[in-house]
């Protein structure tokens, strides 16, 4: 078993940094891991955290986990840091997400760590996105050395609540996650960790086995057996292990702590800030928190049976927004922190506002009201910003803008101002009774904060694809011209509204770039003596701790030297004459050195997304991305392009991946799938 120690001094202990430990598996394959284990550990055990994830421990994250594995490791816990199979540098290919032997593999992983030496046999399981959803699911398979999990922005149901589809719509997520994992599999081993006669050959499997993986993800267009495996909606009483779930507000994933917390029948808590995709010590938009105190208290009570009260916090911390007017980006957020100590809870009772002509009302409509039609430009949601505000790793302007662009293709019905502050905590929900003149279409519904000036802020919103109005399992058409009454679950908020503001349902038949588009212009026509929306409201907090967080604590950076500073671009470009318009991002990460290994890294994405304003079929998505790795005489790089369009009965999706050996072609291919539309 090759391994290569160094030892690092680091915070209040030193601590053993392991750059290289391979942890082999029954089939013979190896995973490679990056571990960190307090001095001492060989003669007084630890328990052992676990990150499990294929975004390449040795330069991928390294920056991330440099901060995070020795700051618990200077703390009392041993991090380990494995790359999953066909990733980084460990053996194997990888075949899709949270694949079955992905599971298996963790158990194994899991069942080794507990033998080891420096371990006491205790293993935590903690990870943001990927490494939320391997936990949860791992979890479900009841390894017995794993104690307890740290979940952060992940998902309890594949199909619902991911970057594939949401509300029965193809986001176009599908596409800009699948290009990056498409480039994840395409990229080589380190010949440092594998040997100099090897990563070639290892290399050249990987792009042997490389999928167009969006294609799989499209070949399930609704709910089947493909999105329930790894959905833990699918059987919440498999998990026996306590579960802290987190996530922010700006992120994709918030649904998932409320689920959570609400259906776990284990100790189960949940954070929920105004963070974007990102480890809440390093939230933005802030204020980040010392989340890796957190993350101890949490270890202490199940890894190590210190007794510090973590069961009775709150079942939910969150983050309660102030109001603030619509910008694309937020180095911070206004708010303050509610501690609800159980939810579901009492406090937080539906508000029913009805549909009027034109107005929202907590009276309902004393007559038939006529219905209102809308067939929306294609580029309604060109201001609703990204699903999910990754922020591609860095800080970018993702969020949405002020929504009065989107509104005017849009219906609309306000609220009149409000005579006092009203404060939403969980989810809304809109029902409405609509008809579309299609077999197909979907409705889009946003919840506006409509302020004094005028500015319009989204906070909150929801998508239905109508042939999906009886259930996501099975598609039916609809009968043009009939009114089919449908609830739009919007997503979970935590938000203060001031007096004198006035809130707004906005409904759409296009959501541009988000969605991709219904195969022809829908004209919906909505009748609003059927419709209403009911907020959460919360009638009060009196009684209820305020939680505090302390400033955030890591461990010291990684040292990098930038040789070429990085940008990022984002542009909405229209021409007049065709009425296209196109939605760009640039991302250029400059160049720059890992200093302790020596690797020089280059990264770049761009990704466009293009349509016609009256014309759904002239939409495109395109993904290009470029990594570039060197180190005395080792030069590699990788470039990969996916694309999507679509007519009126197909998806056609292309990719293409080329590799570079020391600046010669290595290995090239493409892919062309042809894939039919299940009523979207």
Same mark, same amino acid.
């Given at each position: 078993?090759?391994?290569?120690?160094?030892?690092?001094?680091?915070?209040?202990?030193?601590?053993?940094?392991?750059?290289?430990?391979?942890?082999?598996?029954?089939?013979?394959?190896?995973?490679?891991?990056?571990?960190?284990?307090?001095?001492?550990?060989?003669?007084?055990?630890?328990?052992?955290?676990?990150?499990?994830?294929?975004?390449?421990? !040795?330069?991928?994250?390294?920056?991330?986990?440099?901060?995070?594995?020795?700051?618990?490791?200077?703390?009392?816990?041993?991090?380990?840091?494995?790359?999953?199979?066909?990733?980084?540098?460990?053996?194997?290919?990888?075949?899709?997400?949270?694949?079955?032997?992905?599971?298996?593999?963790?158990?194994?992983?899991?069942?080794?760590?507990?033998?080891?030496?420096?371990?006491?046999?205790?293993?935590?399981?903690?990870?943001?996105?990927?490494?939320?959803?391997?936990?949860?699911?791992?979890?479900?398979?009841?390894?017995?050395?794993?104690?307890?999990?740290?979940?952060?922005?992940?998902?309890?149901?594949?199909y619902h609540d991911d970057v594939h589809y949401m509300g029965g719509c193809l986001l176009n997520d599908n596409l800009d996650w699948g290009g990056a994992f498409f480039t994840y599999g395409a990229l080589p081993p380190d010949p440092a960790m594998v040997g100099d006669r090897r990563w070639r050959k290892l290399w050249k499997q990987r792009l042997e086995g490389l999928h167009a993986y969006p294609a799989t993800w499209m070949r399930h267009q609704c709910r089947d057996a493909f999105w329930k495996h790894g959905s833990v909606i699918e059987n919440y009483a498999a998990i026996r292990t306590p579960v802290l779930a987190v996530s922010g507000w700006a992120d994709g994933y918030t649904a998932a702590v409320f689920r959570l917390v609400e259906n776990l029948k284990v100790p189960c808590k949940g954070i929920v800030g105004p963070w974007g995709h990102k480890y809440?010590?390093?939230?933005?938009?802030?204020?980040?928190?010392?989340?890796?105190?957190?993350?101890?208290?949490?270890?202490?009570?199940?890894?190590?049976?210190?007794?510090?009260?973590?069961?009775?916090?709150?079942?939910?911390?969150?983050?309660?927004?102030?109001?603030?007017?619509?910008?694309?980006?937020?180095e911070r957020r206004e708010g303050r922190w509610l501690g609800i100590p159980d939810w579901p809870t009492t406090r937080v009772q539906t508000h029913t506002l009805y549909f009027g002509e034109g107005t929202l009302s907590a009276s309902r409509p004393r007559r038939k009201l006529e219905s209102r039609t809308v067939c929306s430009p294609q580029t309604t949601g060109l201001a609703g910003g990204e699903w999910c505000a990754y922020a591609l790793g860095k800080v970018a302007p993702e969020l949405a803008l002020d929504q009065r662009e989107d509104d005017a293709g849009s219906l609309v019905f306000d609220s009149e101002p409000l005579k006092q502050e009203l404060k939403l905590v969980g989810q809304p929900v809109v029902k409405l009774r609509v008809a579309a003149d299609q077999p197909h279409g979907f409705v889009a519904v946003?919840?506006?904060?409509?302020?004094?000036?005028?500015?319009?802020?989204?906070?909150?919103?929801?998508?239905?694809?109508?042939?999906?109005?009886?259930?996501?399992?099975?598609?039916?058409?609809?009968?043009?011209?009939?009114?089919?009454?449908?609830?739009?679950?919007?997503?979970?908020?935590?938000?203060?509204?001031?007096?004198?503001?006035?809130? !707004?349902i906005a409904i759409s038949s296009s959501y541009w770039p988000m969605v991709w588009p219904s195969a022809q212009p829908v004209t919906l026509t909505v009748s609003p003596h059927g419709c209403s929306v009911q907020l959460p409201r919360l009638d009060r907090e009196s009684g209820w701790s305020t939680p505090e967080f302390g400033p955030p604590h890591k461990a010291r950076a990684l040292d990098v030297t930038v040789e070429r500073s990085g940008k990022e671009y984002r542009s909405v470009s229209h021409n007049i004459e065709t009425g296209e318009a196109v939605f760009s991002v640039s991302r250029d990460d400059g160049e720059f050195v890992i200093d302790d290994i020596g690797t020089r890294l280059h990264y770049a994405k761009q990704k466009s997304f293009s349509i016609q304003r009256s014309d759904p079929?002239?939409?495109?998505?395109?993904?290009?991305?470029?990594?570039?790795?060197?180190?005395?005489?080792?030069?590699a790089r990788v470039e990969t392009r996916t694309q999507l369009r679509a007519s009126g009965k197909f998806f056609v999706l292309t990719a293409s991946v080329r590799a570079y050996d020391n600046d010669r072609e290595f290995f090239s291919r493409e892919f062309k799938h042809r894939l039919p539309r299940n009523h979207l």
């Open positions: 078993m090759a391994s290569t120690r160094a030892v690092v001094r680091d915070t209040r202990r030193q601590v053993e940094h392991i750059e290289l430990e391979w942890i082999p598996l029954s089939d013979g394959r190896r995973l490679a891991a990056r571990l960190t284990l307090p001095l001492g550990a060989r003669a007084k055990p630890v328990p052992a955290i676990l990150e499990y994830i294929p975004y390449r421990r !040795r330069d991928g994250t390294r920056a991330r986990d440099q901060e995070t594995m020795f700051w618990f490791s200077a703390n009392g816990y041993a991090y380990v840091r494995v790359d999953i199979a066909g990733t980084g540098d460990s053996d194997g290919l990888v075949e899709d997400e949270y694949v079955k032997r992905e599971q298996d593999d963790a158990l194994e992983i899991i069942e080794w760590l507990s033998r080891q030496r420096w371990c006491s046999g205790s293993v935590g399981m903690i990870g943001i996105s990927w490494g939320g959803f391997n936990g949860l699911q791992v979890a479900t398979r009841r390894p017995a050395a794993l104690k307890a999990v740290v979940s952060i922005c992940s998902t309890v149901d594949r809440p010590h390093q939230g933005i938009p802030g204020p980040a928190i010392d989340f890796l105190g957190e993350c101890k208290r949490w270890w202490d009570r199940w890894l190590k049976d210190v007794d510090n009260g973590v069961e009775d916090d709150p079942d939910l911390r969150l983050y309660l927004q102030n109001a603030v007017s619509a910008a694309p980006h937020f946003r919840l506006n904060d409509v302020h004094p000036d005028g500015n319009v802020t989204r906070i909150s919103y929801g998508l239905l694809n109508l042939c999906h109005r009886n259930t996501h399992a099975k598609a039916a058409r609809l009968v043009p011209g009939r009114s089919y009454d449908v609830s739009v679950p919007l997503t979970e908020l935590a938000q203060r509204i001031p007096r004198g503001h006035r809130l !707004r079929r002239s939409a495109e998505s395109t993904i290009e991305t470029q990594v570039h790795y060197r180190r005395d005489k080792w030069n």
